[in-house]
């Protein structure tokens, strides 16, 4: 492990990843009651919503209220994902800072999710392009299944790499690679990171792993010593994946602050704050979490020894 | 990464840690029926159970049982988990291939775990060593709370190979690290792993890790960069710690060996096998497992798309 003067920057995706599949309704103020809270704990990006159908995401219909009511610090990016122009429009009406497109990498997820080809999608983003070129507003692309497809299987490295080709010829300045559902490994995360960041500088590259088959921080680390340096991660590893019922869903932002505490890469990021808040979420949303540190304690957390052991 | 001609080896040890807390008595033909199942899946060594006093582990104190009614395959390993001379008897009669001693690196823990302080736990080993002599068995010596306490907090390195030392100054020729309650983390992995291979071949160091804050694949990463080979791993995930309620136990070998898989480390162990087998644990045991592949499937377990994108 190499570089490790070298800040990672941890991306909370909890408001919009994390809660988009979650059955339980969330009121909006406890939503703008979670994001204010994630605002103190160090963040510089927060994703804390979504602008797209509320049909087809019932649980974060809500995205006009929770960006207008959220309390704003300075020097914290709050990011909207967007589908669509209409999506923009919403979303820069709310004051997002920044606008996350999404499309895939492979053609059948893009139907499945999109409802449309990856070159209507293409086409549907320079619209998004223009509009934003008139608003103080950033941008971001997103590529779903860039290390693998649930319908499809592998992924073409580079298909990826002309999908990064086309966000930049765009004018979107900003990628993120997604492991949708989790399928990357090591391996292949730092062979592609490596050819991607001939392209991207690193501050504008963002990682976005799941947990999904358990390998999640063995990605972020294969991602930072291939000199990555901004990861996705949502508060108790919340998110899923419709296809892996019971699976873990995003990386857990305090199990990756915790790695990053121990292994002294700097984040930024009030670890105690977070496992507070951590230890919060099974009330507000009925289930327990997948997150380790939350049940586990920091390693700096003792226990007292038992006390059989004085009359030894 | 590296080195990837070279195999891993995974010890199986479902049997003994992973059953040693369930609060559910497992029944000894069912025991048994597990261990076969693993004998078939591609195993070279599973530790299959422990003689230790029936009142300090009712889960296992059948371990004479079980030792006698397995159907042993050539070539497999059946090691024995052992605390004392006693346990050395028992666990030579019953025909184990390999006995595993145990003491702490720490103090506190040792005392809490074992009743004695380590200096009588090394003493105690020798007249193990002696008795073994006289017998067709091999010994392994592993260290509990290698990478922490959860009494005492951070252990000192050199107090590691001090043990590692005074293992192989009584003849004891195997050594595992144990991170027994899972607080290492891979630069500490990587740095102690290449020190105690100075001293001890890597076809005689085991890592032992629990995934209790989600590290557990990230140390088997960093420990076989480093140079070793030989990793303790139980099936879905089974075992846990009494300091972490809700945290995973040890590292999961079905995540494992589909990491290998995914990399191109080879193990020799049939995945497909292994997870049907993960997939009956909870019926037997009455709860569900940590295990992420167990749910998730194979990255090459593909799902039909969606019908409606036949209309798009």
Redo the contacts between chains.
């Keep these: 492990?190499k570089n490790d003067a070298d800040p990672l920057i941890v991306q909370e995706v909890s408001p919009r990843d994390g809660l988009q599949i979650e059955p339980t309704w969330v009121e909006t103020v406890d939503k703008i009651a979670l994001i204010d809270q994630l605002s103190l704990a160090g963040f510089s990006r927060i994703e804390a919503g979504s602008f797209v159908s509320p049909k087809a995401i019932p649980a974060l219909r809500d995205g006009e209220q929770v960006f207008q009511g959220i309390t704003r610090r300075p020097g914290i990016i709050y990011v909207a994902l967007i589908p669509n122009l209409k999506g923009a429009v919403r979303a820069v009406g709310s004051r997002a800072d920044e606008l996350n497109l999404v499309m895939s990498a492979s053609q059948?997820h893009n139907?499945?999710n999109m409802?449309?080809?990856c070159e209507a999608s293409l086409v549907a983003f320079g619209d998004v392009v223009s509009f934003a070129a008139d608003h103080p507003v950033r941008l971001n692309g997103s590529i779903a299944t860039t290390f693998?497809c649930?319908?499809?299987?592998k992924v073409d490295e580079d298909r990826v790499l002309q999908l990064v080709d086309a966000y930049l010829a765009l004018g979107i300045q900003g990628v993120t690679l997604a492991d949708t559902?989790?399928?990357a490994?090591?391996?292949?995360v730092?062979r592609l990171v490596k050819r991607v960041l001939e392209r991207v500088g690193a501050h504008d590259l963002t990682l976005h792993f799941h947990?999904?088959?358990?390998?999640g921080?063995?990605n972020v680390?294969a991602a930072y010593e291939a000199g990555a340096r901004r990861f996705d991660a949502a508060l108790g590893g919340l998110g899923g994946?419709p296809?892996?019922?019971?699976?873990?869903g995003n990386i857990?932002t305090e199990?990756l602050v915790?790695?990053c505490d121990?292994?002294?890469i700097h984040t930024g990021i009030d670890l105690p704050h977070l496992l507070r808040m951590s230890r919060q979420l099974p009330a507000l949303l009925g289930h327990?979490l997948p997150?380790?540190?939350a049940?586990?304690?920091r390693?700096?957390d003792?226990?007292?020894?038992?006390g059989?052991?004085a009359t030894?």
Excluded: W
């Design positions: 492990m059948t139907l499945a409802r449309m080809r693998g649930p319908f499809e299987g559902t989790g399928m490994n090591p391996r292949q730092e947990n999904t088959r358990g390998l921080l063995c680390l994946c296809f892996a019922p019971g699976a873990s857990c199990d915790n790695l121990e292994v002294g327990e997150g380790q540190v049940k586990a304690g390693n700096c003792l226990h007292p020894a038992p059989y052991i030894l």
